[in-house]
Structures are given as C-alpha cells and as structure tokens.
C-alpha cells in the first residue's frame, strides 16, 4: 500500500468506499455515495483539513483518513472525523499505516493531541485502543436527536 495525501480527485473514490464500509455490519448506516461524498467534501473544504489515503496496486483506494486542525491554548487539536478501510483489506494493517502516516505529518504542525468518536463495543474501538487512544475519563461525548423520529 502507498499512503498519500488526499487530494480532491480521491473524494469520489473515497465516498464510494465511505458508503460501502459504512453501510455494512457493524454500522449498518444507510448510507450511499452522494451522502459520503458531501460529508467528505464538506471536511475536504474545511480550514485545516488534512487526509491520507492508501493506494495499492493499480492505485486502488483501499483506505482513507480525513479530519482537521483545531487551535488549542497554545498548540492545536486534530480531529480524526472519518476513517475507512476497505472491508476486504481490514485487519492487514491498512488503517494503522495510515494513521502512521498522519501522525508523522502532524507532528511537524504543533499538534498536541488527535481526537475521535466512535462507537464504544465495535472493532473499530480495539482498534484505536490499540493505537493508544483511550476513552477520555474527564470528557464525554453528548448527542441529542432533533426531528420527529
């Protein structure tokens, strides 16, 4: 695999993945490429966007990573908002050269800490863990639903 920075012409590619992956177990969201690729798009075009996607053999995307610096007291924030592997290629080490990769450019840019939000009993959980990340004990993640449903 050969990581790079994510460029614009990597989005579309990037959303079909992102509906894919996110579509199935254990997401299950309904997502579809349309979707992905406004929410993509919308961090893409963000100030401090940083991404990196994983390229392998006839430059097939088989993973990405996006998200974007925040300042910070007297440092900055990364905010990992997306990240995908292909689900046939989960599991080979993918994701966590990408993450490599990130944190490499990161630490040339102030950044004090990345933080994530994922679900708490998913693989996706482990697998952070085992990159180092921990639930925070003194923050919390707060949602509210708004609509009829």
């Not at 079909?16 to 406004?38: C, K, M, T, Y």
């Not at 392998?56 to 007297?74: C, I, R, S, T, V």
């Not at 450019?105 to 009993?121: E, F, I, S």
Request: hydrophobic share 40%; charged share 20%; glycine share 12%.
């Amino acid at each position: 695999m050969q990581p790079r920075r994510l460029e614009r012409c990597n989005l579309q590619a990037c959303a079909a993945l992102f509906a894919q992956v996110f579509s199935s177990a254990p997401w299950n969201e309904p997502w579809h490429a349309d979707g992905a690729l406004a929410r993509l798009e919308h961090f893409f075009e963000s100030p401090g966007a940083v991404g990196v996607v994983g390229l392998g053999e006839g430059e097939e995307l088989e993973g990405f990573l996006l998200g974007n610096l925040e300042p910070y007291l007297d440092g900055k924030l990364f905010y990992l908002r997306e990240m995908c592997v292909a689900t046939h290629r989960q599991g080979q080490g993918i994701g966590s050269q990408l993450y490599g990769v990130l944190e490499e450019a990161l630490a040339t840019r102030d950044v004090r800490a990345v933080y994530l939000a994922t679900g708490r009993d998913i693989p996706a959980a482990r697998f952070y863990q085992q990159l180092g990340f921990r639930c925070s004990e003194g923050m919390a993640f707060y949602a509210k639903g708004l609509g009829g449903d």
